[in-house]
């Protein structure tokens, strides 16, 4: 269709082709174009700390968008808030929202994550790394994990606190959570992009600082390396 979508931080408000929006504060921003440039509908995400990672427009031309927050974020009329909401303890959480091709609203799903106080880690833990969409509609998400994490109604634990691993989420076409790929390993693993085939084979690349294994397959690295794999919608590793 030619459309674009162009994202980032606003810190005030600002008015686009006739479209105002309203940051307030410092807030994700969102704005959808025509192939000549025109603004046709624009979103913000206020909220504390919130960051966005990644956007693709899908097979029918919806469009979805990653990121993560601090304490909260505002998703059109739902509001999530950090895995406890009153505990001093703010880590990344991730979030993930789905627009029509006219930029309605359709559904929204967050992933708040929590881990120990006493442990100082400056990592990419709850970004986002990258957004696919799959042959039958599915969507896989790649997370960069430390310590537990809500997936829906249940919770997940990482390796530790210490630690960052790769989390893959597969969603169904309305977001809920279906299945899930965990890989782990003796140091520091981040996915920095996931795409899926027209076979519904899923691709990551990503990095770590130690053994990795995918799909119980050893990667063995003594320093810091990137890696590449590929697996089946069930996490076996190809």
């Excluded at 810190?11 to 025509?34: C, E, H, K, R, Y």
Aim: net charge negative.
């Amino acid at each position: 269709t030619g459309r674009i979508a162009d994202y980032g931080r606003l810190g005030a408000t600002m008015s686009v082709d006739g479209i105002s929006l309203n940051a307030q504060g410092l807030a994700p921003v969102l704005i959808v174009l025509d192939s000549t440039g025109t603004a046709l509908w624009g979103k913000t995400f206020p909220g504390n700390s919130c960051f966005p990672h990644e956007v693709q427009f899908t097979s029918s031309g919806d469009l979805l968008m990653t990121g993560d927050y601090g304490s909260q974020v505002n998703i059109d009329t739902v509001t999530y808030q950090k895995f406890d909401p009153l505990s001093s303890i703010s880590a990344r959480n991730p979030f993930l929202v789905k627009y029509s091709a006219s930029g309605t609203y359709l559904w929204s799903n967050a992933f708040p994550m929590t881990y120990s106080a006493n442990v100082v880690f400056a990592g990419f833990e709850g970004y986002f790394a990258s957004v696919a969409e799959a042959p039958n509609g599915d969507i896989f998400l790649g997370i960069n994990l430390r310590g537990d994490i809500r997936l829906d109604s249940d919770t997940l634990s990482g390796t530790s606190n210490l630690s960052v691993d790769i989390l893959i989420l597969e969603l169904s076409p309305t977001g809920q959570v279906d299945s899930t790929i965990f890989y782990g390993g003796t140091g520091q693993e981040s996915i920095n992009d996931i795409e899926v085939d027209a076979n519904g084979r899923v691709y990551i690349a990503g990095s770590t600082t130690g053994n990795v294994t995918v799909a119980g397959t050893l990667i063995p690295q003594l320093s810091s390396a990137g890696f590449l794999a590929e697996i089946t919608n069930g996490g076996t590793l190809l």
